[in-house]
């Protein structure tokens, strides 16, 4: 179906034809349009036009209102102040927008015209670790920007960098060499909990005998060399490590209502036949330059504490090889192989510097151009109630199953509260679907690069700006909409339109344009927001307007049909923040 063009959009060709018409001198005018509290819309543009014209801006708004009749798109136009249009759009013209946005599946939504291949960076643990609550932000929000970036149309290819590579496995390896059977059982038997615990153990028994045995130290050093140098029975050693801990991580992601694609994950590891050769590309190119031994970039804005340059180390002076290699690496392989057109890293923002070295470096190398963009999709700390970094009591990092749980149990206990008719499996499955979204909600309303703090008693609250007063609307309209019996939802334009109707409608008819724009924007904060407000409204228009008791059969069929499309906006909307919306509550 073709895109559902909105009131906004509709208007504002409406005007700048009547400026046109009315001022053919003018040439191309942005009407400057934009929603007001004193009418629907308002348009500004008038201001900008008379100062290049040198005439009275009051004057040119009423020769534009004189090409404005009022009918199926404007009710009423009024010139205020120093040449403002003040606009009430027409109830039928509302309603019929509307009424075509709902014959559409997606709502009106329209597909890009020129979509691109995004390449995105997102979901990034650590093998042979624990997650803990410092990979919530990463997942939460990568996942809802790949669903908005898919929904609009773009190409998008996951990346998930997990760090497998590196010192630690040496030791790991060494010790599983000499204790063989510690990660020893039998297929498909092994649950997420006992994955994690097996790596756990065998972690400290191989750090205790590390750090007491001297031998093993070394051995599990020259270890770390056989592991580069690709050495068949340490790889494998290895493999096992990276399976361990995959079962691990897809009982967390299964637990987030978050797919993750075993393809898409290219830890640090899958690049590391192409570290040599990106170190030698960058010094061939003068890019990179030896510096005490170690391969390095330098930068004019980039200076440490007194005033010496800090540099990009892409190879140290032993030969080994850094993070800005890997990245590097990774760079060269998603823009020549992935054809990406725009790189999104979703990292913290405590790593901002080194991406922004990076991305220079590649940009210097010419990896980087003026067709491919690198962004950086900066989040920052998720913090607990008293402001400070999120911890346990005992000062340890929050480990992000518990986090979850917690959670999940105490959205259970709202729904078991409110529940009347659910079985004990559906209150099971209700409460994980309130609880996950209320910890996906709380990050996604907030803009990526700010902090916010973690508490769990706000965000399974039924009351302000929560994912459960957002699952509580929709399971509302599905329940009078149940209860409708034989009426059905029907858009009747010949019906004048309550104040609360209005609104609603007015609201409904931005979900494209906040789809785009928080797509474009990387924001999901931005869909947040008016999935909020929407719940907000039909909150006041369910207090203000009779729905199955209203006046008229037609004026039942049309507020059904503003409670389906309301639903359908918010299920849509939630959809693409990850965030489930329950029938019945």
């Not at 650590?126 to 929000?141: D, F, P, S, W």
């Not at 923002?349 to 940009?363: D, G, N």
């Not at 099971?428 to 609880?435: M, P």
Request: aromatic share 8%; with cysteine.
């Amino acid at each position: 179906m073709a895109s559902v063009p909105s009131l906004a959009s509709s208007l504002d060709q409406r005007i700048a034809d009547a400026v046109s018409a009315a001022l053919p001198e003018a040439g191309v005018v942005d009407p400057l349009l934009r929603r007001s509290d004193r009418a629907d819309f308002q348009a500004n543009g008038m201001l900008a036009l008379a100062k290049k014209l040198g005439a009275n801006p009051r004057e040119l708004a009423g020769k534009v209102v004189a090409g404005l009749p009022a009918g199926e798109l404007i009710g009423e136009v009024e010139v205020s102040g120093p040449g403002f249009l003040n606009i009430t759009v027409a109830d039928r013209a509302i309603t019929g927008t509307l009424a075509a946005r709902a014959a559409d599946e997606r709502l009106g939504v329209p597909f890009k015209e020129d979509p691109g291949t995004t390449v995105i960076d997102w979901a990034q643990p650590n093998v042979a670790k624990e997650m803990h609550v410092g990979h919530l932000r990463n997942t939460v929000i990568g996942n809802s920007v790949v669903r908005l970036l898919e929904f609009t149309g773009e190409k998008v290819v996951s990346r998930h960098h997990i760090g497998d590579w590196g010192t630690q496995f040496g030791m790991l390896i060494q010790y599983l060499i000499e204790h063989p059977h510690e990660l020893d059982h039998r297929a498909g038997e092994t649950s997420g909990e006992e994955a994690m615990s097996n790596l756990n153990r065998l972690y400290k028994a191989s750090r205790a005998l590390f750090d007491s045995d001297e031998e093993f130290k070394t051995r599990a050093r020259r270890r770390v060399v056989d592991l580069q140098a690709g050495d068949a029975e340490t790889l494998a050693l290895w493999q096992k490590f990276v399976d361990e801990s995959k079962i691990y991580f897809y009982s967390v992601f299964d637990k987030l209502d978050v797919e993750i694609r075993d393809e898409d994950i290219v830890g640090e590891s899958g690049y590391n036949d192409m570290l040599a050769e990106t170190c030698r590309l960058l010094e061939e190119s003068g890019v990179a330059v030896r510096s005490e031994g170690a391969l390095c970039v330098f930068f004019d804005d980039v200076k440490g504490p007194e005033g010496k340059p800090v540099p990009l180390i892409v190879q140290k002076s032993d030969g080994g090889f850094g993070y800005a290699a890997t990245d590097l690496s990774a760079i060269r392989d998603r823009v020549f192989n992935l054809k990406a057109d725009t790189l999104l890293y979703v990292v913290d923002t405590r790593q901002s510097l080194h991406f922004k070295m990076v991305f220079e470096t590649a940009r210097r190398a010419g990896w980087l151009t003026d067709e491919v963009s690198a962004v950086q999709l900066g989040f920052g700390t998720v913090l607990g109630k008293d402001g400070k970094p999120f911890k346990t009591r005992e000062g340890e990092t929050v480990r992000l199953v518990d986090l979850l749980d917690e959670a999940i149990s105490r959205a259970s206990a709202i729904v078991r509260e409110k529940a009347r008719d659910l079985s004990e499996e559906e209150i099971a499955e209700r409460g994980a679907q309130v609880g996950i979204g209320a910890v996906k909600y709380a990050d996604l309303s907030t803009s990526a690069a700010r902090d916010y703090k973690f508490d769990l008693d706000q965000m399974v609250s039924l009351n302000g700006d929560t994912s459960v007063y957002l699952q509580y609307a929709f399971a509302r309209i599905q329940s009078i909409l149940r209860k409708a019996g034989e009426a059905g939802p029907v858009a009747h334009p010949e019906l004048a339109l309550a104040p609360a109707e209005r609104a609603l409608g007015l609201h409904l008819d931005q979900f494209a344009a906040t789809v785009a724009e928080a797509a474009g924007e990387y924001a999901p904060h931005k869909l947040a927001g008016y999935l909020y407000q929407l719940a907000s409204l039909y909150t006041a228009f369910y207090d203000q307007c009779p729905v199955l008791r209203a006046e008229s059969p037609e004026l039942v069929e049309n507020r059904l049909f503003l409670c389906d499309l309301t639903a359908r906006t918010l299920r849509q909307g939630m959809a693409l923040l990850g965030i489930r919306t329950p029938e019945r509550l």
